[in-house]
């Protein structure tokens, strides 16, 4: 604090070294002022005390008084305004150094510098103007400075007695409760339990819905998907009777907190988080979120794989974007930071399936990003050359520990199962772990699993610029997945995205709508979306699209057309599945890579996939009482790969409830009712048979 007071006293002097001469001239008092009425109804200013006269104001402007402080009273003569006119050059020089423009709604840059009472900004800058005034109390301009205190002490004699009275025991009143909110405080504060420090700018009681509000106007750090800046916030203490523990308020200063070390050293890492957060992001995510925007939209809770990329969101929704203003200020901090690190900001990584990857190193971890444009059609035909251009646009920020600090507790993000925008908690982003061998347990035949793995991996890694006559055409990877229910279609997509290390955005024809203006614009939507997060994308019962036409359903065929058109310009990878195709459109047929058919298990396969489901509870420390020999009996039970999970599931649940391990009984009674129900569901659609 000595260091900063220091530094203002030199600023200070050099300023009143500069000061236009004549104030030596003044006379070293405070002007008393009364502004009543008088008995013609005319506002006259008069000394203090003093009846006012039928004449005109006996109070000279322009007099030499070092300050004037007068109080204007009603025609019923109530007081209802006081002002100070700082009239000394001296220490206008000094508040201009000291306060400047950081308090809200006065300037003290002003040739003429008039306070509206209640004080408070002379109030929270009285150290430092004693300061100043102790360093050269025996010039002109300490003598100045020692009657504005000493003004000003008078003026805050009660306030101070009870805010040092009140302070000992660590409370406030709501009357007195402006006092701790100074412009620049760090104050702390927390939402659905995450902790957030806000920086002080600004502080009024305001009436919101009836209510008294002690209202703190905060700047935080946020993001807009193109650089960090400083964003605002106002922070809400309602009013309340008495006394109250400063730490019981909704806001408080941070220096109050009984952790403040901790608490800073668990945002500042937080801070690190959300910067490595700038760009595209695949994370896990087990939570709650909110679906609207600020902090007051709705709660939707998250389990699951999630997209972190701001940038992408501002594109679709513009007006949830944060409004940022820039870190330019900070400058010289961030300067000086950037010097010291030996190594630049990006460095190039280079392309991933068409896609420019950059490095980014903020903190001594290493974040892969990409830093890519959307297409303007959804294509992503020119999304190489777009992610050139990128290269050379600016980086984002570094940012100093108290910007880190600063930073927001929510980022937005897109929720892959919901298929919702969503702000989503930093705290609660976690790095996924991808399932890599997932794909080798798929109980599929060898040259099936093979052929699959052959072809993504080749579309994955491949640098060919091999392309359709037409620039853009026939550049994706399309699958079809035909079988039975249960077989393991939707399994065989999900370990693509797994061992690939790919997002999975699942859909079916019913998202996509029956309209075909509204299909069209829900499908383009998508595939960009998949372009720019290099994901995986499930369609998954696309019977409506695979299907051949029909010269008499007009709709589906012109859902069929916009959706084979926009398939050929997809350059990602697609699995289409389905269980009842009965004939492919021909036009689909000429499309498809590959097309696999999935028979139903035969009893090895059972085998493989009961294995599968056991061994993975096994993993997850769960012990079993399942023998080998169970096997031969589990495998031997007509199931599909779905009944088989859900068998294995609710039998898990069961043997949980009993308090027993896993064992082949606990099975056979789920699976008893397994063959119940199938019987029923048989016997129930035999009249329906019979009828048609």
Same mark, same amino acid.
């Given at each position: 604090?000595?260091?900063?007071?220091?530094?203002?006293?030199?600023?200070?002097?050099?300023?009143?070294?500069?000061?236009? $001469?004549?104030?030596?001239?003044?006379?070293?008092?405070?002007?008393?002022?009364?502004?009543?009425?008088?008995?013609?109804?005319?506002?006259?200013?008069?000394?203090?005390?003093?009846?006012?006269?039928?004449?005109?104001?006996?109070? !000279?402007?322009?007099?030499?008084?070092?300050?004037?402080?007068?109080?204007?009273?009603?025609?019923?003569?109530?007081?209802?305004?006081?002002?100070?006119? =700082?009239?000394?050059?001296?220490?206008?020089?000094?508040?201009?150094?000291?306060?400047?423009? @950081?308090?809200?709604?006065?300037?003290?840059?002003?040739?003429?510098?008039?306070?509206?009472?209640?004080?408070?900004?002379?109030?929270?800058? #009285?150290?430092? =103007?004693?300061?100043?005034?102790?360093?050269?109390?025996? @010039?002109?301009?300490?003598?100045?400075?020692?009657?504005?205190?000493?003004?000003?002490?008078?003026?805050?004699?009660?306030?101070?007695?009870?805010?040092?009275?009140?302070?000992?025991?660590?409370?406030?009143?709501?009357?007195?409760?402006?006092?701790?909110?100074? &412009?620049?405080?760090?104050?702390?504060?927390?939402?659905?339990?995450?902790?957030?420090?806000?920086?002080?700018?600004?502080?009024?009681? $305001?009436?919101?819905?009836?209510?008294?509000?002690?209202?703190? !106007?905060?700047?935080?750090?946020?993001?807009?998907?193109?650089?960090?800046?400083?964003?605002?916030?106002?922070?809400?203490?309602?009013?309340?009777?008495?006394? #109250?523990?400063?730490?019981?308020?909704?806001?408080?200063?941070?220096?109050?907190?009984?952790?403040?070390?901790?608490?800073?050293?668990?945002?500042?890492?937080?801070?690190?988080?959300?910067?490595?957060?700038?760009?595209?992001?695949?994370? /896990?995510?087990?939570?709650?979120?909110?679906?609207?925007?600020?902090?007051?939209?709705?709660?939707?809770?998250?389990?699951?794989?999630?997209?972190? /990329?701001?940038?992408?969101?501002?594109?679709?929704?513009?007006?949830?974007?944060?409004?940022?203003?820039?870190?330019?200020? /900070?400058?010289?901090?961030?300067?000086?930071?950037?010097?010291?690190?030996?190594?630049?900001?990006?460095?190039?990584?280079?392309?991933?399936?068409?896609?420019?990857?950059?490095?980014?190193?903020?903190?001594?971890?290493?974040?892969?990003?990409?830093?890519?444009?959307?297409?303007?059609?959804?294509?992503?035909?020119?999304?190489?050359?777009?992610?050139?251009?990128?290269?050379?646009?600016?980086?984002?920020?570094?940012?100093?520990?108290?910007?880190?600090?600063?930073?927001?507790?929510?980022?937005?993000?897109?929720?892959?199962?919901?298929?919702?925008?969503?702000?989503?908690?930093?705290?609660?982003?976690? &790095?996924?772990?991808?399932?890599?061998?997932?794909?080798?347990?798929?109980?599929?035949?060898?040259?099936?699993?093979?052929?699959?793995?052959?072809?993504?991996?080749?579309?994955?890694?491949?640098?060919?610029?091999?392309? /359709?006559?037409?620039?853009?055409?026939?550049?994706?990877?399309?699958?079809?997945?035909?079988?039975?229910?249960?077989?393991?279609?939707?399994?065989?997509?999900?370990?693509?995205?797994?061992?690939?290390? @790919?997002?999975?955005?699942?859909?079916?024809?019913?998202?996509?709508?029956?309209?075909?203006?509204?299909?069209?614009?829900?499908?383009?939507?998508?595939?960009?979306?998949?372009?720019?997060?290099?994901?995986?994308?499930?369609?998954?019962?696309?019977?409506?699209?695979?299907?051949?036409?029909?010269?008499?359903?007009?709709?589906?065929?012109?859902?069929?057309?916009?959706?084979?058109?926009?398939?050929?310009?997809?350059?990602?990878?697609?699995?289409?599945?389905?269980?009842?195709?009965?004939?492919?459109?021909?036009?689909? $047929?000429?499309?498809?890579?590959?097309?696999?058919?999935?028979? !139903?298990?035969?009893?090895?396969?059972?085998?493989?996939?009961?294995?599968?489901?056991?061994?993975?509870?096994?993993?997850?420390?769960?012990?079993?009482? =399942?023998?080998?020999?169970?096997?031969?009996?589990?495998?031997?039970?007509?199931?599909?790969?779905? $009944? =088989?999970?859900?068998?294995?599931?609710?039998?898990?649940?069961?043997?949980?409830?009993?308090?027993?391990?896993?064992?082949?009984?606990?099975?056979?009674?789920?699976?008893?009712?397994?063959?119940?129900?199938?019987?029923?569901?048989?016997?129930?659609?035999?009249?329906?048979?019979?009828?048609?």
């Amino acid at each position: 604090m000595s260091k900063m007071f220091k530094s203002i006293n030199r600023a200070v002097k050099k300023l009143t070294e500069e000061a236009p $001469q004549g104030n030596d001239q003044m006379v070293i008092k405070v002007k008393r002022l009364d502004s009543r009425f008088n008995r013609r109804g005319h506002q006259v200013v008069v000394d203090s005390g003093t009846v006012p006269t039928i004449e005109a104001d006996n109070y !000279d402007p322009n007099g030499a008084y070092v300050l004037v402080h007068c109080k204007y009273f009603n025609q019923l003569g109530l007081l209802h305004r006081q002002t100070l006119d =700082i009239k000394s050059l001296m220490v206008k020089k000094v508040l201009k150094e000291v306060i400047g423009d @950081s308090y809200p709604g006065i300037s003290f840059n002003t040739a003429n510098i008039v306070l509206e009472y209640p004080l408070r900004c002379l109030w929270h800058y #009285r150290d430092e =103007i004693r300061f100043v005034a102790k360093e050269d109390k025996k @010039s002109e301009k300490g003598r100045h400075l020692k009657l504005l205190l000493d003004f000003l002490d008078a003026e805050f004699a009660k306030l101070d007695a009870d805010y040092n009275n009140y302070m000992e025991q660590g409370l406030t009143s709501f009357d007195i409760m402006w006092t701790l909110f100074k &412009p620049g405080e760090l104050i702390y504060t927390s939402f659905d339990g995450h902790a957030r420090v806000f920086e002080t700018k600004g502080y009024k009681e $305001q009436s919101i819905s009836s209510t008294i509000y002690g209202v703190i !106007d905060g700047t935080y750090i946020d993001y807009n998907g193109e650089e960090f800046g400083y964003a605002q916030r106002y922070v809400l203490n309602p009013e309340f009777d008495g006394t #109250r523990k400063i730490t019981d308020l909704d806001a408080f200063p941070l220096k109050f907190h009984s952790r403040e070390k901790e608490v800073r050293h668990d945002l500042i890492s937080r801070g690190r988080k959300f910067e490595s957060l700038a760009g595209i992001h695949c994370m /896990d995510y087990n939570g709650p979120t909110i679906s609207g925007s600020g902090h007051w939209g709705s709660k939707l809770f998250v389990n699951g794989r999630v997209m972190v /990329d701001v940038k992408t969101h501002v594109h679709y929704h513009p007006e949830k974007a944060v409004a940022v203003s820039s870190l330019q200020g /900070d400058k010289d901090k961030i300067k000086e930071l950037t010097d010291n690190q030996n190594k630049p900001r990006y460095t190039t990584a280079g392309y991933h399936n068409g896609v420019y990857y950059e490095e980014v190193a903020s903190q001594g971890a290493n974040n892969v990003t990409m830093n890519v444009t959307l297409p303007t059609d959804g294509s992503g035909q020119d999304l190489k050359n777009k992610a050139k251009q990128n290269q050379k646009s600016k980086a984002v920020n570094v940012l100093t520990e108290e910007h880190l600090l600063l930073c927001s507790s929510l980022i937005y993000g897109f929720a892959l199962n919901e298929k919702q925008w969503v702000q989503l908690f930093v705290d609660l982003l976690q &790095p996924v772990r991808w399932n890599t061998v997932s794909f080798d347990q798929l109980v599929l035949p060898k040259s099936q699993k093979q052929l699959v793995k052959a072809l993504v991996e080749s579309h994955q890694t491949s640098t060919s610029n091999f392309d /359709d006559f037409i620039a853009g055409k026939g550049k994706g990877l399309i699958c079809c997945l035909h079988g039975s229910p249960g077989c393991g279609k939707t399994m065989t997509a999900e370990s693509v995205a797994e061992f690939t290390k @790919s997002p999975l955005y699942t859909i079916s024809a019913g998202d996509l709508g029956a309209d075909p203006a509204e299909m069209e614009k829900a499908l383009s939507k998508i595939l960009r979306l998949c372009t720019i997060w290099n994901a995986v994308l499930l369609l998954d019962e696309a019977d409506v699209f695979l299907e051949e036409r029909s010269l008499h359903d007009l709709g589906r065929n012109a859902l069929v057309s916009i959706f084979l058109r926009m398939l050929e310009y997809y350059s990602g990878i697609l699995f289409l599945t389905t269980n009842r195709v009965k004939t492919f459109d021909e036009a689909f $047929q000429s499309r498809i890579h590959v097309a696999l058919r999935y028979r !139903d298990l035969d009893k090895s396969a059972r085998e493989q996939v009961w294995r599968n489901f056991i061994e993975k509870i096994e993993s997850s420390g769960t012990t079993t009482a =399942i023998k080998e020999a169970d096997y031969d009996f589990l495998g031997s039970v007509l199931l599909n790969g779905r $009944q =088989i999970k859900n068998a294995a599931r609710t039998a898990l649940s069961l043997a949980d409830n009993m308090g027993e391990k896993l064992s082949l009984e606990s099975v056979k009674s789920v699976l008893g009712i397994v063959e119940a129900f199938e019987r029923d569901f048989k016997e129930m659609k035999k009249p329906e048979d019979v009828h048609s």
